[in-house]
């Protein structure tokens, strides 16, 4: 039997978006990127259990997905104009996700559109690292490792080397600059941010005189 591959790329790519599509159209009252990536992954949230978001048919629909991985697909469903971003007036710089008149004809079969998202899964822009920023990378991990056997979780769940590299490339020393690390999210900030935050900030001040701790405050 001939399998035409780019075909069922194509084929695969559409399901997951119009399952994710489904989602939003399913939840109670509009949530942000976060939030709904947090229903697709199956996270046990106080704020999912509370609001029964457990319930929906599309809870844990996508958990070996990552987060990054999700949010690749979301933006592409934004892009293709399937999805769209709405911020909240009644809430300063929240915004949240609903879906488009042709983002339900896509989910009716009443248009086709190409979302083409699993070349974004492969990040080839990973920058190379120095021997200090190697360093660090060693220490991020030894500390990811670390909170991966206090709470009995795989090291991956708390986020992939290509964030880690992301971190070390940028290192942020607070919480706002945190943030705008690609990979980092509120609750990695909530659990895990002070530690890496730290972390980071006690590299940065053993190596002041060398070079790069200078640019990182430039």
């Known amino acids: 039997m001939n399998v035409n591959i780019k075909t069922a790329i194509?084929?695969?790519?559409?399901?997951?978006?119009?399952?994710?599509?489904?989602?939003?159209?399913e939840l109670p009252f509009p949530l942000g990127i976060n939030k709904i990536i947090s229903i697709l992954k199956g996270s046990k949230s106080t704020f999912i259990i509370n609001y029964e978001l457990h319930n929906l048919t599309t809870y844990s629909i996508f958990p070996t997905f990552t987060r990054e991985q999700l949010r690749t697909i979301i933006d592409a469903l934004v892009k293709s104009e399937l999805l769209r971003m709405e911020l909240l007036s009644e809430y300063k710089n929240i915004s949240v996700l609903k879906i488009t008149t042709?983002?339900?004809?896509?989910?009716?079969?009443?248009?086709?559109?190409?979302?083409?998202f699993l070349a974004g899964f492969v990040d080839r822009?990973?920058?190379?690292?120095?021997?200090?920023?190697?360093?660090?990378?060693?220490?991020?991990?030894?500390?990811?490792?670390?909170?991966?056997?206090?709470?009995?979780?795989?090291?991956y769940t708390i986020c992939g080397d290509t964030t880690l590299r992301e971190l070390t490339?940028?290192?942020?020393?607070?919480?706002?600059?945190?943030?705008?690390?690609?990979?980092?999210g509120d609750k990695f900030v909530q659990n895990y941010g002070s530690a890496?935050?730290?972390?980071?900030?006690?590299?940065?001040k053993i190596h002041r005189g060398d070079a790069y701790f200078s640019s990182a405050y430039s």
Do not use: M, W
């Open 125 to 155: 822009s990973i920058p190379e690292l120095d021997d200090l920023e190697k360093e660090l990378f060693e220490e991020l991990r030894k500390l990811r490792r670390a909170f991966s056997q206090q709470r009995d979780i795989p090291a």
């Open 10 to 25: 194509q084929d695969y790519e559409s399901s997951v978006c119009k399952i994710i599509l489904c989602s939003i159209t």
């Open 169 to 184: 490339k940028q290192k942020p020393t607070d919480a706002v600059s945190l943030l705008t690390v690609r990979g980092i």
């Open 196 to 204: 890496f935050i730290e972390t980071i900030t006690s590299h940065l």
């Open 102 to 116: 042709k983002g339900r004809d896509f989910i009716a079969g009443k248009c086709e559109t190409n979302v083409q």
